[in-house]
């Protein structure tokens, strides 16, 4: 029951009618007998003002979601390093200060993990180069990915990810534009294959980034994309032979790790998992 010692958690972003952060985070609260709760903040209109306001009501920290993770950065006082090279923001704990983390990157290594796939001295292909791949891209270098070709459907954006991957990382990749051409060119060398477009999510479900033919089962296939939890691309690179990864995980393992940042906890990953599971089937 919420009292005068409730901690305040929540989530910012608009909109927030679909998130499943809430359901998430006051699962973990309920089942570990946390005083605690986890509310959407959805912000129409001036995100500094916002800010400011939570800190202020003693808010313990937030997630932040589209289109705030890196117009965030300007309000806050300390980024850790990663999301400062990262260059956006998806986790906020406020003590006396407002502190910046991004956990979207490790939720990607961890789902990975959980599908027993290592990153280090494998060549990635990126699909996508906004805010999910960008952090997914960074962490895939700290993890020791050998090579990293990042394809985007508007090729100056890649570009502009993999000049900053080349500066703050001082690792050379790729960028490319995502078109049929490139994908059947090179995905014959490549070891992981990652989504992280919103090519197949919901209502778009029969889309895909890539054609099913060029597919092969030497590949594992990461589609971050969780609404549908089997996407196209998923259904069939998995026709394909291909070993197939979706997107719970990494949805569970980037909420998990903003709970260790604020509350310095162990959640329980498959009951999040579980829970998560139920609501999307
Ligand atoms: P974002 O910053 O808006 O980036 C969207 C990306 O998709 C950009 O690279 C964009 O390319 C590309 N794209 C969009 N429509 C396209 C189309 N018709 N054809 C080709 N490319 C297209 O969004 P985001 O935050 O990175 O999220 C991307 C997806 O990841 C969403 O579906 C989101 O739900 C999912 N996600 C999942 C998790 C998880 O935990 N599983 C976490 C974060 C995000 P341009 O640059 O050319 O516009």
């Keep these: ?18 998130s499943l952060s809430p359901l998430m985070h006051n699962y973990v609260f309920n089942y570990m007998k946390l005083n605690c709760v986890y509310v959407p ?6 995100l500094k003002k916002a800010i400011i ?15 705030y993770k890196e117009e965030v950065i300007n309000y806050i006082d300390e980024l850790d390093e990663k999301s400062r090279k990262i260059g956006s923001v998806n986790t906020i704990k406020f003590t006396d200060k407002k502190i910046g983390y991004n956990t979207d990157g490790i939720g ?9 796939i290592e990153v280090k001295g494998k060549k990635v292909m990126l699909l996508g180069a906004g805010g999910a791949a960008r952090s997914i891209a960074f962490q895939l270098v700290f993890e020791g990915c050998s090579d990293l070709l990042i394809l985007n459907r508007t090729k100056e954006r890649g570009d502009k990810l993999a000049r900053e991957i080349m500066e703050k990382a001082d690792f ?27 090519l197949g999510m919901y209502p778009n479900v029969n889309e895909s980034p890539v054609p099913k033919e060029i597919l092969h089962d030497e590949l594992v296939v990461f ?13 069939e690179a ?8 979706d997107g719970l995980g990494m949805l569970v393992h980037q909420g998990a790790e903003s709970l260790r940042i604020w509350l310095d906890i ?7 998992k579980k829970v998560l599971l139920s609501h999307l089937k």
Excluded: W
Excluded at 53 to 67: A, F, M, R, S, W
Excluded at 108 to 116: C, E, Q, V
Excluded at 182 to 189: F, G, K, T, V
């Design 266 to 272: 162990d959640p329980p990953i498959d009951l999040m």
């Design 41 to 46: 903040f959805p912000v129409k209109r001036d």
């Design 238 to 245: 998995e026709e394909m032979g291909a070993k197939t990864i």
């Design 223 to 235: 589609d971050i994309v969780y609404n549908p939890l089997k996407t196209k691309l998923l259904k």
């Design 172 to 198: 050379s990749c790729k960028s490319m534009k995502l078109d049929q051409k490139i994908l059947s060119e090179y995905i014959h060398d490549v070891d992981i294959l990652i989504n992280s477009t919103s």
């Design 1 to 18: 029951m919420i009292n005068g010692s409730t901690k305040i958690f929540g989530i910012i972003g608009f909109s927030l009618e679909h």
């Design 53 to 67: 306001g939570l800190h202020e009501l003693d808010v313990k920290g937030v997630n932040i979601t589209i289109p």
């Design 108 to 116: 990607a290594i961890k789902a990975l993990k959980d599908g027993n």
